[in-house]
């Protein structure tokens, strides 16, 4: 079940630092990117960096508590899945929260069993959502296949929409050499003419959005 998590990528705001690395190691290497803050300055300061997926945070924090890191999320993204925790039940608080669009609130401790499962639930949501954001400010249009930066369209060629769009399919947004040069061409074609193609891809977009892992191939970096 839990290999559909590996495009996920999470971010978890938690000030008590033994329960947050104890939640790390529980389920974050499920996750293509498990993201740990301490406060919530930190916290806002890592969304607008890594663009998470989900947000997890304590409701109480120093700094932005878990309701004003909401607000701050909500100007910016309004579906993204937002898992509060919380040692007390606040109806106050739990209140405020729902008006903010909280997804789960969940009361500590935190089963993370539990969380996994309803993680799970999540994922469906987060596929179907047309806008992926990608790194330095790039986001992809899943059903107009157009690639922007800062809301101004990028003039990339067909193939190239099709390059990017077969990533997102892929496991951490990755794939080998050979999956790309059959989908792009369909016939024998060198590995120069490839790392051509990349190479004149990223003078389009950015030298850090396609990335190169050795013995892996290319992938999207997130």
Known sequence: MYSQFKTISILLAEDEKKLALAMKTAIGE???????????????????????????????????T???????????????????????SDSDKL?????LGVTKYFIKPVDPDELLEYIALLIPKIKKKKIIKLKEGFNFNLQKKEL?????????????????????????????????????????????????????????TSKNLIINSSGLGYGLAT
């Open 30 to 64: 499920y996750f293509h990117k498990f993201i740990v803050t301490y406060d919530g300055e930190e916290a806002l300061e890592a969304y607008h960096k890594h663009m998470p997926n989900i947000v997890i945070t304590d409701i109480l924090m120093p700094k932005l």
């Open 66 to 88: 878990g309701l004003e890191l909401m607000q701050e999320f909500r100007k910016v993204d309004d579906d993204l899945p937002i898992i509060i925790l919380s040692a007390h």
């Open 95 to 99: 209140l405020k929260a729902i008006d």
């Open 148 to 204: 922007y930066l800062d809301n101004s369209i990028i003039n990339i060629t067909k193939r190239e929409i099709n390059l990017l769009s077969f990533f997102l399919e892929q496991e951490e947004y990755m794939a080998n050499n050979i999956a790309i040069k059959k989908l792009l061409w369909n016939e024998e074609v060198s590995d120069e003419r490839l790392r051509t193609f990349i190479r004149r891809l990223r003078a389009k």
